[in-house]
Every structure is written in C-alpha cells, then in structure tokens.
C-alpha cells in the first residue's frame, strides 16, 4: 500500500511539473522569447559579480606587486643614501663608499639571481645598484668633510668610469629607463667642477651616446630627454655651478662656451637627419625640433649678452648660418614643413640680432625691412605658408616699431613701403608654391603699403609738398595696375586720392600757402576730372561689350 501511495505522490508531482513547464513556455511565447536568448540572459548574470571580482584582484595584484615594488626600492636607497651620507669620525674616509660598493654587489645578485622568478623586483634592484654604484663614488670627493679622494680630476675619471660601465649594462639590458637614468648621473658628472672644457667637452659626450641610442633602439623621447639636460648643464654652469657651493654668478669666460650650446644642438639635429623614420614629421621629431632650435637659441641668446657688445654681432651672425643652412638640408632631404619653418625662423632671428646690435635699434629697422623680404623668397623656395604668416608680423612688428620710435622719418624709410609692394608681387606671382588658398597675406601687405606711404610722406616732406606727393603715390598705382592688371592697385589709388582729398580741404586751406594751396587745388582737381573720364571711359567700353 505504501509503495502504491508513493507512486501517486509521484505522478501527481510530474504532473505539475508539467503544467508549470505549460506555463513557462506560454509566456515565453507571449514575451517572444526564445530558449536561446534566456539561456543567454542567465549566463550573463554570473559574469557581472565575476568582473567586479576581478577587477579588485588585479587592482590588489597591481598593488602589492607593482606599487610596493617601487616604493620599498624608493624608501631602501633614500635610506642607504643617508647611511652613506652620515659623517664617520672615527673611520676611514674610504669605508662609507666601500660598503656602498658591497651593497651594490648585494642588489646586482639579487638582481641576477631573481631575473626570472621576480622580474620586476629584479629590474628595480639593478636600477637602484646602479644609482648606488655611482653615488659611492661620489661620496669619495662630495658629502663629507673627510675625503677619500682629494684630486677632482681623479674624482671625475672614476664618475666618467661608472658612467660608462652603467651605460654598458643599460645596452645590454636595452632599457630605455637605465640609459635615461644612466644619462643623468653623466650630466651631473660634467658638473662635478674643474676645467671648463671638461665640461664642455663630456656634454658633447652624452649627448653623442644620446644620438646612438635613439638611431640603435628609435628611442627618441631619450634624446628629446637628454637635449633638455644638456641644454640644463650648460645652463648650470654658466650660472657658476651654485649646487656645488659657489656663489651665484654668470660665467662668461672662456667666452667661446657659447659656440658649444651650437654644438650640442647640432649634435642633436644629426640624429633628426638620420632617424629612420623620416618619412613623418610625428610628435617626437617636432619637439625635438623645438628643443634643438627654440630652446638652443635662447640659452645662446641670454648667454651672449654676458659677452662684449663688439662679440654680440660676430657671435648672431655665426649662428645663423648653421640654422639656415640646417633648414636648407632638412627641406631639401625630407620637404618637411616643421622642421624647416623652426630652424629657417631661428636662424633669421639669430641674424635680426646682429643686425639690431650692429646699426642700433632705430637705424637697423629698415634693414630688418629688407631681410623680411628676403625671409619672403625664402618662404616661397621652401612652400611654406607658415614662414609667410610668421613674417609678417615680424614686418608688421617692425613697421610699429619704425612709426613710434623714429622722430625724423627719411628716404631710407620709404623702404618699408617698397618692401610691402614687392612681397605682395612676389606672393602673388609665386603663389602656386605657397599653396596659399587665399589673398589674405598680400592685401595685408598692400594695406601696409597704403599706410605707410602717406604717413612716411607726411613726415618727409614740407607740408606744400604733401598732397601733391600723395597725387603721385596715386598716379603710381594707377599705373602699377596698367602693368599688373591688378585691380587692388585701382582701388589704393582711389582710397589714396580720397585721403589727398580730405587733407586739402581740412587742412591744407588752413596751414599751406596760398601758392601752394592753389596748385594743391588745381593739380588735385585736374587728376580727378582725369581719373573720372577715365573711368566713364572703362564702363562705357564694357557695356558695348555686354
């Protein structure tokens, strides 16, 4: 009997397993739900917790492996630095840099012993062996009253030693952060004092190393990083070394240190040249550019004016050749737009400067007008529109200059004007290899034509003369678009006549003569009535051609 009741108890339960599976599939219907997508949705909800898992793991993991990876290296060699650092009364000057040798042969054999089992622990002790190999040979000249080494030439010999033993192992390693690091104990080696050239000279140096390694590994953030520590050094130095206790200074002798700023950014500009990638101008290579061109000058720039005012002109216009001829050599090699606008405008500024200490400030204006004239020629053998944007308002700058500045305006000055005529034709007829889309740059320069003829006039001549020479200007433009066909040269002489013909009849019946007043009248009023047939005359023609 029981066995009986079971099997009802049975049946019944399947029965309503049954049903309740009836009722599921009918609203899976009514939903229009397949099996699949609900298979889908249920293996989906298991993940959610299982990311949110993951992610504090690895956030742990990156943690306690990584993070406290660097900081404990970090916090052990500020510890080992003060240890090596305390003074020592009663040892020898030798023993604090001989235990400092010990430890970095500890963290060197650690490092090798752990190189597969714990990588990055392993990368972080030979980087902090090296710093400690190098600051023990520093303690033996620095940080103490009680020396082990007295010579500083023997000091730097042994600091030039461990740099390149640690650079060694660097290039075996290719570790872009050991070299980098490795650079960095050079520079301040090149500071360590003693004979000037010894730091010139190992400057060059690294910045040689520097150059190899971004060709040999395409590390080019390392020479982008040693550029700015070269450009530093020198910087440091030339300021009398006040990290090693001298007094704060600027150090001009031997005054032929500044050529060597030109030589560490032609060292660097070598590795530009030569970079494998020269297809593109990317981010690497226009801030080394930057760095090279930009940043180099400048630092020679301030460093010159600690020079002789007679050295300042010789000193610009040797710098500007490399910088010109550097921007001929990249156009030439690579037609590239950046690296050629930076070095060809560094080397202008250069030669602006020994133009401006050479005539004076005032008097070397109209000769700056000239250059940018010829910065426009440059700019149309290089295609660069960026060369004639920057250009102009340099011209701009200095045609300001020019009005505020100087009191007696003289022939010469009407230089300003004439430049401004020729770097609009000169654009206009070479404007093919400007890709300049538009005619914004040479109406600017038409317009400062405009403006500065009449002001120039104004100032140069008696006030008789003025309106008449404005009459000429005008008649010079008329005939400029007869030639040129151009017909913004029409619309000056027009702007031109009218602003004769404010000043004749505002101040001219005031302040001329009476002679001089009525030939302003009869002379101006001939050229209008002249001007006016004229143009009668054009739309007449062209209606009968219509």
Not at 92 to 121: D, E, K, Q
């Amino acid at each position: 009997m029981e066995d009986q009741s079971d099997n009802v108890s049975d049946i019944k339960l399947l029965q309503q397993i049954r049903l309740l599976d009836e009722r599921i599939r009918r609203i899976e219907q009514q939903l229009n739900l397949s099996s699949e997508q609900i298979v889908k949705a249920e293996n989906q909800s298991i993940p959610a917790i299982t990311d949110s898992e993951e992610r504090e793991e690895k956030l742990e993991f990156r943690i306690g492996q990584y993070w406290f990876a660097k900081v404990g290296i970090l916090i052990l060699a500020i510890g080992i630095g003060f240890l090596l650092t305390f003074p020592y009364q009663n040892l020898p000057p030798v023993l604090p840099s001989l235990f400092g040798y010990g430890i970095t042969l500890g963290l060197a054999g650690c490092s090798y012993y752990w190189r597969n089992s714990y990588t990055l622990i392993s990368r972080y002790f030979m980087g902090s062996g090296l710093l400690l190999f190098y600051y023990s040979t520093l303690r033996l000249h620095f940080f103490s009253d009680h020396i082990a080494v007295e010579n500083i030439e023997i000091e730097q010999f042994l600091l030039a030693s461990v740099v390149l033993i640690n650079m060694i192992i660097a290039i075996r390693r290719k570790s872009i952060y050991l070299a980098g690091i490795n650079l960095t104990l050079g520079y301040c080696t090149a500071l360590t004092g003693g004979d000037p050239y010894y730091t010139f000279v190992f400057i060059s140096l690294l910045s040689v190393c520097a150059v190899f390694l971004q060709i040999r590994f395409r590390w080019s953030w390392l020479a982008i990083y040693s550029s700015a520590l070269a450009y530093l050094s020198h910087a440091i130095w030339s300021l009398n070394n006040p990290f090693i206790g001298n007094s704060l200074q600027i150090v001009s002798s031997p005054n032929v240190h500044v050529y060597f700023i030109l030589l560490y950014g032609l060292i660097y500009t070598v590795g530009i040249l030569i970079r494998p990638n020269r297809d593109e101008e990317d981010a690497p290579t226009i801030i080394s550019v930057v760095v090279n061109s930009v940043i180099c000058y400048g630092l020679y720039f301030l460093l010159t004016l600690a020079l002789q005012s007679s050295d300042i002109t010789p000193a610009h216009f040797t710098a500007s050749m490399p910088f010109l001829i550097l921007s001929s050599v990249f156009w030439m090699r690579e037609k590239g737009k950046y690296t050629t606008f930076f070095y060809v405008m560094t080397g202008y500024l250069a030669l602006t400067v020994g133009i401006v200490n050479w005539f004076g400030l005032t008097a070397s204006l109209v000769w700056l007008s000239w250059q940018s004239l010829l910065v426009i020629i440059t700019a149309i053998w290089y295609r660069s529109k960026y060369i004639v944007v920057a250009n102009f308002g340099i011209y701009l700058i200095i045609l300001i200059m020019y009005m505020i500045t100087e009191e007696a305006i003289g022939v010469m000055g009407l230089s300003f004007g004439i430049v401004a005529l020729l770097s609009a034709r000169i654009m206009n007829a070479k404007q093919h290899r400007l890709e300049l889309k538009t005619e914004a740059m040479r109406s600017a320069y038409l317009a400062s034509a405009f403006v500065f003829f009449p002001y120039a006039l104004y100032h140069l001549l008696p006030r008789e003369y003025v309106a008449l020479s404005w009459v000429g200007v005008a008649l010079i433009y008329f005939l400029l678009n007869l030639i040129l066909k151009k017909q913004k040269y029409r619309w000056m002489a027009v702007f031109t006549l009218l602003l004769t013909v404010g000043y004749v009849l505002f101040i001219g019946i005031i302040n001329l003569e009476p002679t001089y007043r009525i030939l302003s009248f009869i002379v101006l009023g001939i050229v209008l009535l002249i001007v006016s047939m004229v143009y009668t005359h054009l739309r007449s023609k062209r209606s009968e051609e219509r």
